[in-house]
């Protein structure tokens, strides 16, 4: 499935994430009325690695787009505006007269054959994996070689509800039967937070869904500026403070990642109980030569 021009990585890689938010909202909950996602113990503030995924996701297809199209091996599989299913059946469309959907009867063969069609086509299929075999036009199971955690905040953050006003109303009834000339609504942020992350990429797994260099070197540039075609008004002020990589020098690894990860030092500035802006945060990256032998350190912010 891989070619010369998308060399199969061959190496394991951890890296570190950083990002900061101010005045805004990284991750509403829909569960809480929107409101920045927060560990309810501690009141850090949560980031999902699914909004993340979909930031890369967005920006990997932007990335990617020539005119009237999407680059041949970039197209992405989870869509705004698309039914997964749909995507699916352009496997089957595409390699009709090879493969043929029969339903149950469908031939292990052709699934398997759907299902490399999908990781040569799909990016975010060939990073992240998908699971394809729950509804018709099964393309089969695969399990990505990038990995994503949850992100968190370093500090508590604290989420203020604002009550915001409008002049224009949402529906033409409301604004018959009302006597005010406004609208009201709400909207929930942050005044600061520093958010912390991790990420894992399995050589072994890219093997089997062709990811290779080219994918490697969009996904790292898509880590380094995925804010910066995201803005909102919720979002006005977020940005991308440090991607500390770890490269192993074989696949199966040199050291344990959270060995790693624990050299990354983040730390609040002396005399600073609540912090408000990133220059009051200190960074410390690994000295390399403190690092286990066959590992190395990368500035991934450079790579972006």
Known sequence: ???????????????VYLFDCQDGNPNGDPDADNSPRTDPETFQGLVSDVCLKRKIRDYALYAKSIEGGVEKGYDIFVLGGNSLERRQELAYENLKGTIEWKGKETEKGDIEKARQWMCGNFFD???????????NFNCGQVRGPVQITFSRSIDRVLSTEHGITRVAYTREEKRESSSGSTELGRKHTIPYGLYRGYGFINPVFAAQTSFGENDLALLWKALGNLFELDRSAARGNMAVRGLHIFKHDCKLGNAQAQRLFDTIKVAKNKDVETPRSFAEYTITSPDPESLPTGITYIDGMALA
Do not use: C, P, W
Not at 1 to 15: C, G, P, Q, V, W
Not at 130 to 135: E, H, L, R
């Open 125 to 135: 299929v060939r990073t992240f994996g998908a699971v394809m075999s729950t509804q």
């Open 1 to 15: 499935m891989s070619t010369h021009a998308n060399k199969l990585i061959e190496n394991r890689y951890d890296f």
